[in-house]
């Protein structure tokens, strides 16, 4: 089973950017649609992008769409998270995951396997 890692997390300011990623242990990767999700204490799991296995398709969430980008290079197994105008209430611990099933677009029948650890992204105001 693939294994990934996130990386690219830490401390900034509102209004300043920060790019995540995430890397995939093998190449098995590049078949598959990939998601980041995010989660806030005390708050469930929440869906912030996802991307198609070839890079072509991308989803955003609406509290995000417009300043977050999400991209992939499959000869690098990794997928990014660009996260720019950084908000208090994007702070977050941000996973990705591999959409086993679908397309990179959260439905009742998604199938996300393979979660990273993932890491902490705090805004300060």
């Known amino acids: 089973q693939v294994q990934l890692v996130e990386s690219g997390g830490g401390l900034v300011q509102a209004g300043d950017s920060l790019r995540l990623s995430c890397t995939a242990s093998?190449?098995?990767?590049?078949?598959?649609?990939m998601v980041w999700f995010r989660q806030a204490p005390g708050k469930e799991r929440e869906f912030v992008a996802g991307v198609s296995w070839n890079g072509v398709s991308k989803y955003y969430a609406s509290s995000v769409k417009g300043r977050f980008t999400i991209s992939r290079d499959n000869a690098k197994n990794t997928v990014y998270l660009q996260m720019n105008s950084l908000k208090p209430d994007d702070t977050a611990v941000y996973r990705c995951a591999v959409d086993r099933v679908g397309s990179g677009y959260p439905t009742i029948e998604s199938d996300f396997v393979s979660w990273g650890q993932g890491t902490q992204v705090t805004v300060s105001s």
């Open positions: 093998e190449g098995t990767f590049t078949r598959y649609a």
